[in-house]
């Protein structure tokens, strides 16, 4: 059975940073690129940004350019976030998402976690 399992969400000032892991279990990590993606009140579910099986190619939304930075370990199977200089519009729940393509919309992953709330003050 797959399992991916989020951590490290939290509450955050404005300016600071936040660094989320996501655990997949079942033996799809290697073989599977992986994703981080978010929504945020009352909006729909939004990339934010994927990187390859290899870990060595990535793509990142533009509002997160030069902020957040996606990682995999392959050995550990997990997949990081790190966010700096995060914004109050950061605030959401953030998945991450393991699928088959290397593409950026979410219909391209076929496994989700159950997601983590970061919350930014002002």
């Known amino acids: 059975q797959v399992q991916l399992v989020e951590s490290g969400g939290g509450l955050v000032q404005a300016g600071g940073s936040l660094s989320l892991s996501c655990a997949v279990s079942g033996r799809i990590f290697r073989s599977n690129v992986m994703g981080w993606f978010r929504q945020g009140p009352g909006k729909e579910r939004e990339f934010v940004a994927v990187i390859s099986r290899s870990g060595i190619s990535t793509i990142y939304a533009d509002f997160v350019k030069g902020r957040f930075t996606i990682s995999r370990d392959n050995a550990k199977n997990t997949v990081y976030l790190r966010m700096n200089s995060l914004k109050p519009e950061d605030t959401a729940v953030y998945y991450c998402?393991?699928?088959?393509?290397?593409?950026?919309?979410?219909?391209?992953?076929?496994?989700w976690g159950q997601g983590t709330q970061v919350t930014v003050s002002s």
């Open positions: 998402a393991a699928g088959n393509l290397y593409a950026t919309n979410f219909q391209a992953f076929g496994y």
